[in-house]
């Protein structure tokens, strides 16, 4: 059974930090392009970042410098670390798993940037 469990979510203030981890079981997590995505009320869910198989990452222009996409695949980990939040980076964050042939999601961590 394949599982992506998303955690680190939470309250910050602005310009705080919070790390994001998602733990991921049933599948060979090292051939999965993986990233992660973000929902805010009546929003339409969109991605934040990738890190392919192969390590090579990319941002979506708003969280360029500010978030970190990392992936460690003995552990079967995905992380973001984020920093410098804002209040427009509240949503509820999903992790993304895209496999050889079926893609995955978890069911995601809510994280609230306000003061």
């Known amino acids: 059974q394949v599982q992506l469990v998303e955690s680190g979510g939470g309250l910050v203030q602005p310009g705080g930090s919070l790390r994001l981890s998602c733990a991921a079981s049933?599948?060979?997590?090292?051939?999965?392009?993986m990233a992660w995505y973000r929902q805010a009320p009546g929003e339409e869910r969109d991605l934040v970042a990738g890190i392919e198989s192969d390590g090579s990452t990319h941002y979506e222009d708003s969280v360029k410098g500010r978030f970190t996409i990392s992936r460690d695949n003995a552990k079967k980990t995905l992380s973001l670390q984020m920093n410098s939040l804002k209040p427009e980076d509240t949503a509820v964050y999903y992790c993304?798993?895209?496999?050889?042939?079926?893609?995955?999601w978890g069911k995601g961590t809510q994280v609230t940037v306000s003061s």
């Open positions: 993304k798993g895209v496999g050889p042939r079926f893609a995955y």
């Open positions: 049933g599948i060979i997590f090292s051939l999965y392009d």
